[in-house]
């Protein structure tokens, strides 16, 4: 049987692949980026057991192409997102790991 | 050769393709089915050729799951996209049809 | 600190959430369920510390359109993805709730 | 009114968007790219007017990550698909342009 905090730490890993892979490769520029971390926000906080989560674009990061504009990828995002499962809270994080260039998922 | 007409008729047909495709999947409820609008609208945007984008998430076709929320499915959009090519406007419409339940995507 | 097994728990979820989001509203049919079977597996068991991944897509629950085909839901899928973090082993999986209607991800 | 051929444009960029925004971001590497290429031209093929597809992903391109794998972009992948509409047939090609680094969407 799992612990309620393996479960947590489950559901919160859940949150992070789901928000990756849903929402790589939209559109975005710097005018469009607020918009797209709202969105993202709003819609994984409906997930079950999600008591927060924040979504930073990195604008640093945004490479136009030659109509102006760049597609998420997961080195442009940072997230955290707030589980709580039967009392057991867990924070994970989504973070482009500069050392290795790898959008490092992990838990805080 | 393709006429300038043909090309933006295409061009338009990304679009819609690139707008089911990316966000369908993505959970959204009555409360945040509005930020998913603009994030959608705004993405789009920003592609090649368009000079308007409209979404629209039909609220009653929203249809909740036991943790109170819906993944956004073909049959809940209604958008229209606009694009000019070299002078050519055409317009696109995405759209729940009700005889055959199909998301029909059509030049209008 | 988290424990092996609780990062290892929140492995397998980012694998079940990345699985989903990533392939949900995929065409499908009985003829091509299985290429689209074999590409899951193929894709999510990239991904770090995974040790197999098995996906079933239910011929069943297809749903014909108009035109003959479906598009991948959560309802359609069965997945079981295994994951080992430092000796640690987790499995996971994915499947339709016939209770609830709900795509469940549990830990087995 | 549209043409036939435009409608057969508009349907063939449909296909090209779709294709796109479904399976960019999926993880791949050389051992998998051919079972997400069998997917991918299968899963499309299933799309309306739909007579022939063909999904390359170049495997130069492939950018190994710290764990041995990439994931699917734009500027891996070349596809041609060729639609149908009422007799009308028409060409289009997704390819990446080594000159802008864009993945460009064309009628050929």
Not at 1 to 22: D, N, S, V
Not at 85 to 98: F, I, K
Request: aromatic share 8%; hydrophobic share 40%; net charge negative.
């Amino acid at each position: 049987m799992p612990t309620r905090r393996e479960i947590a730490a489950f559901e919160a890993g859940i949150k992070l692949g789901a928000l990756y892979h849903q929402f790589v490769g939209s559109p975005v520029s710097a005018s469009t980026a607020e918009s797209l971390e709202r969105a993202i926000e709003e819609s994984i906080s409906l997930q079950p057991y999600v008591i927060g989560v924040t979504v930073r674009i990195n604008r640093q990061r945004l490479a136009e192409n030659i109509f102006g504009y760049s597609e998420l990828s997961g080195s442009m995002i940072t997230a955290e997102v707030q589980v709580e499962y039967e009392g057991e809270v867990v924070r994970a994080r989504l973070e482009h790991d500069p050392n290795t260039g790898y959008p490092m998922m992990r838990l805080v």
